[in-house]
């Protein structure tokens, strides 16, 4: 398997999975700035869409979408439970989550991202993105993770893209639950090792 990821973009969630996965697989640097491959490689001539994540498996199949590709991770390994089986009312649970974070959340944070965004706008996307990271942290109430005591491909992606935050002048350390969520997610051994692929820690 190979995954394409821009260090620190959305495809550190299945950066992430595929950490915690344990499969075998290269991690492959594909800067959405450049679009350019460490050795030249254009990387429109591999994904068209020109944007990360973008997992290859071995056989040439390909996923371009963050949400699919966690799941294909995960039902890869389910004994390490990083998403409930399939037809389960759980699994429905964590596709709700999975597409909140994508919709209400990663969305939302495009128009901080954007150059040349005029200023009334962002604020308009600060103010709505807090509403919905107080919401969160609200779920977040008397529980480890995103779905309880267990860590799944969900928690991934909630902690990549509410640490972007910081990056963007959204504060959310009145936000005690998620607050305390994105440490508990931080001090995974598998969180580490991905953000240290990318760079984006020693």
């Known amino acids: 398997m190979k995954l394409y990821y821009s260090p ?21 640097a594909a800067p959405t700035k450049t679009h350019k491959l460490l050795d030249g490689t254009d990387y429109y001539t591999i994904n ?5 994540p973008f997992l290859v498996l071995d056989d040439g199949r390909t996923l371009h979408e963050g949400p699919a590709i966690v799941q294909y991770i995960a039902d890869q390994v389910p004994d390490q439970q990083l998403a409930p089986a399939n037809g389960s009312w759980e699994r429905y649970k964590l596709q709700e989550w999975l597409n909140t974070i994508s919709t209400e959340l990663h969305k939302g944070f495009s128009p ?18 807090q509403s919905r990271l107080t919401w969160v942290d609200g779920e977040l109430a008397g529980k480890t993770y995103l779905m309880g005591d267990t860590f799944t491909v969900a928690d991934a992606y909630l902690f990549v893209v509410a640490g972007w935050s910081k990056h963007v002048a959204v504060d959310i350390s009145g936000l005690s639950h998620l607050v305390a969520f994105m440490a508990r997610v931080a001090a995974r051994p598998a969180v580490q090792a991905a953000m240290r692929a990318e760079g984006l820690i020693k």
């Open 48 to 52: 068209p869409l020109g944007y990360v």
């Open 8 to 28: 620190g973009a959305c495809s550190l969630s299945p950066h992430i999975v595929l950490k915690e996965s344990g499969l075998a697989f290269e991690a492959i």
């Open 112 to 129: 901080l991202f954007t150059p040349g965004m005029p200023a009334e706008a962002k604020d308009m996307a600060k103010t709505r993105l």
